[in-house]
């Protein structure tokens, strides 16, 4: 296993256009995030599954921002309309239990 | 709720030469305590964790941390450090919920 997987590693887009990411965790994992970093700042929750379920969605996700898990597999992140506030680091993680969770490399943003 | 505190924004050390990392937490309930580095463009990669049980807890690199429940803290130690430790690192902590709260981070740098 290569461990959590994201795509694109970056991503430029213009100011109104939808970009959407996706992550494909660890195999085995049920439990999957996803975080939002900005430059100089530490990561900062956006979203949970388990499994399928959205359980858990940060105040920071907007209704411009949707998340999906459908198969209980791969996840993606697509924000729609985007403006320069949502230039950040987009991170994966997964987990099996609450001891730790695995990180991808993550996807830059650039909204231009 | 939950927050951590990284007390130094920058460490600067010369190589060979011990180093501390400063986390406090604040929390009303029994937390799990994590710490990861992050290499520049890559994701968080974890360092170490507490969980319960011993308060000396030992990960990779030679990095070890302390958990100390009456000053709320989790300080991160190497007694001697290489330039390639240089990183960012970051102080994270989870109780009930599923999501992982994570300081600004601290940024080392290792110099010859």
């Known amino acids: 296993d290569t461990g959590v997987s994201q795509d694109p590693r970056h991503k430029i887009t213009k100011r109104g256009q939808n970009v959407t990411f996706r992550c494909d965790p660890i195999s085995e994992h049920n439990r999957l995030y996803w975080y939002r970093q900005t430059l100089g700042q530490g990561p900062e929750f956006l979203t949970y599954?388990?499994?399928?379920?959205?359980?858990?969605k940060s105040r920071l996700l907007s209704d411009r921002f949707s998340a999906e898990r459908p198969k209980g597999s791969f996840s993606t992140l697509e924000i729609q309309r985007t403006e320069q506030g949502d230039s950040a680091m987009y991170l994966c993680?997964?987990?099996?239990?609450?001891?730790?969770?695995?990180f991808g490399q993550g996807t830059r943003l650039t909204v231009v | 709720a939950q927050s951590v505190t990284q007390l130094d924004s920058q460490v600067p050390v010369f190589e060979e030469a011990p180093v501390e990392l400063r986390c406090n937490y604040s929390?009303?309930?029994?937390?799990?305590l994590f710490w990861y580095v992050q290499y520049p463009n890559q994701g968080l990669q974890l360092l170490l964790k507490y969980l319960s049980g011993s308060t000396l807890v030992k990960g990779i690199n030679g990095f070890e941390a302390e958990f100390n429940k009456s000053q709320t803290s989790f300080h991160l130690r190497k007694p001697s450090v290489h330039i390639s430790d240089t990183a960012e690192y970051f102080c994270?902590?989870?109780?009930?919920?599923?999501?992982?709260?994570f300081g600004k981070g601290t940024s080392l740098l290792v110099t010859p």
């Open positions: 929390s009303s309930v029994s937390v799990y």
């Open positions: 994270a902590v989870k109780n009930s919920g599923y999501a992982l709260n």
């Open positions: 993680a997964s987990s099996n239990r609450d001891s730790e969770a695995f």
């Open positions: 599954f388990q499994n399928e379920a959205q359980l858990e």
